[in-house]
């Protein structure tokens, strides 16, 4: 399953994923670069935030081994190559995704 949350810039998409991650202990969540994990998320989820440098071929081997069902993407900055392969590869290991992005 594909969710997509397209909002403004400064409308708390991250602040959002950060409170549904923390109910939720079988996500992992998806972000820009590190300095987002560092400086954004609480220490307590830094451990299941990945920065989009990851290889995106080893998401959904990484949420497995995990026990992870469920993937927050909060900006989406890959490319469009790149978004194709990790949506396929996580839709065929029943993994849902959830966007949360600003198209503009």
Do not use: W
């Amino acid at each position: 399953m594909l969710e997509i949350n397209n909002q403004d810039r400064g409308s708390g998409k991250t602040t959002k994923v950060i409170e549904l991650m923390k109910q939720d202990k079988q996500a992992l969540c998806l972000v820009p670069n590190f300095t987002i994990k560092y400086r954004l998320f609480p220490k307590c989820l830094q451990d299941r935030v990945i920065s989009s440098t990851f290889d995106i071929r080893n998401i959904s081997i990484e949420m497995r081994s995990r026990g992870l069902n469920k993937l927050f993407i909060d900006e989406l900055m890959i490319s469009k190559f790149d978004i194709a392969k990790l949506f396929y590869g996580l839709g065929e290991n029943h993994i849902k995704v959830v966007v949360y992005g600003t198209d503009k």
